[in-house]
Nanobody, 120 residues
Framework: QVQLVESGGGSVQAGDSLRLSCAAS?????MGWLRQAPGREREFVAA????????YSADSVKGRFTISRDSAKNTVYLQMNSLKPEDTAVYYC????????????????WGQGTQVTVSS
């Protein structure tokens, strides 16, 4: 079992930045972020392979969002820059032994979610 605790959401203006954090009780190979906006399906945002540090991002956030990890803290971060109103969603931290499953919108373990609201 892996417990994930997210923090860092909030309400900002378009163009602002936010950093989300996800503290894990233990590491898995795949850790990442997915989001779900009202009335929409959950979608992949970004993931990282804990062993190699290789990262994956959705096209919609490439160049704006960066995922990273702090091994000493068992924590994954999502730095979100140049936020847009369409980024408004509940952001979930997820973990899975397979990075590919995260990229497909699935995961074995989930955090409680943190709301990000971007106003224009």
């Amino acid at each position: 079992q892996v417990q994930l605790v997210e923090s860092g959401g909030g309400s900002v203006q378009a163009g602002d930045s936010l950093r989300l954090s996800c503290a894990a009780s233990r590491r898995t190979i795949g850790m990442g972020w997915l989001r779900q906006a009202p009335g929409r399906e959950r979608e992949f945002v970004a993931a990282i392979n804990w062993s190699t540090a290789f990262t994956y991002s959705a096209d919609s956030v490439k160049g704006r969002f960066t995922i990273s990890r702090d091994s000493a803290k068992n924590t994954v971060y999502l730095q979100m820059n140049s936020l847009k109103p369409e980024d408004t969603a509940v952001y979930y931290c997820a973990a899975d032994p397979s990075v590919q499953r995260l990229r497909e919108g699935r995961g074995a373990y989930w955090g409680q979610g943190t709301q990000v609201t971007v106003s224009s």
